[in-house]
């Protein structure tokens, strides 16, 4: 059974920075693709940033040249750098893996950024 255990979520001010983090239970080399995915109270939840195996990105407009994924295989472990933090950034960011038709999530971490 796969895990991915988010963490790195927290407060922040506007104009800040935080770096999350989401660790799967294997080789994320299995992975056909991983993500994160963020949902707002109210709201569907959207896609912010992804990475495919072959480690091409992509990112949610609202994001873009603020938001870096990136990943360390030896770790297992997917990152997403979070700058230039605005309140409309505030939400619920979860950890996605897909292999195949499978998908997985991972429990969330709330990223709240203040006025």
Do not use: H
């Amino acid at each position: 059974q796969v895990q991915l255990v988010e963490s790195g979520g927290g407060l922040v001010q506007a104009g800040g920075s935080l770096r999350l983090s989401c660790a799967a239970s294997g080789s994320i080399f299995s992975f056909n693709a991983m993500g994160w995915y963020r949902q707002a109270p109210g709201k569907q939840r959207e896609l912010v940033a992804r990475i495919i195996s072959g480690g091409s990105t992509n990112y949610a407009g609202s994001v873009k040249g603020r938001f870096t994924i990136s990943r360390d295989n030896a770790k297992n472990t997917v990152f997403l750098q979070m700058n230039s933090l605005k309140p409309e950034d505030t939400a619920v960011y979860y950890c996605n893996a897909k292999r195949l038709q499978a998908e997985y999530w991972g429990q969330g971490t709330q990223v709240t950024v203040s006025s």
